[in-house]
């Protein structure tokens, strides 16, 4: 409405980016990786939420974004990440 709203990423952005895939996070904290093989390069990270039910509640309150785990981000203390998020015990 005032020409502020920017374009979502899209699967094949996220790639380019570093991104490992898509992270998919149900409201009650159980998660997955979707990787990029699995996805339409030009799908928005936000619309892969729209095609998931959680397979812990059967839920379908899921937000999803890039996992990063991988990729570019350094700790606070400048060095690279080394473990992987580990996944929410069900």
């Known amino acids: 409405m005032e020409g502020r709203e920017c374009e979502p990423a899209t699967v094949a952005n996220a790639r380019q980016n570093g991104a490992r895939g898509i992270t998919v996070r ?28 959680c397979m812990a509640c059967g839920g379908r309150r899921i937000e999803s974004y890039p996992d ?5 981000r ?8 080394t473990s992987s998020p580990r996944p929410v015990s069900e």
Not at 37 to 51: G, H, K, M, S, W
Not at 74 to 81: C, F, N, S, V, W
């Open 26 to 53: 149900c409201a009650c904290n159980h998660e997955a990786l979707i990787p990029f093989e699995r996805l339409r390069p030009d799908e928005y990270v936000p619309d892969v939420a729209l095609r998931c039910r």
């Open 68 to 72: 990063w785990s991988g990729g570019w």
């Open 74 to 81: 350094l700790r606070a203390d400048g060095l690279p990440q």
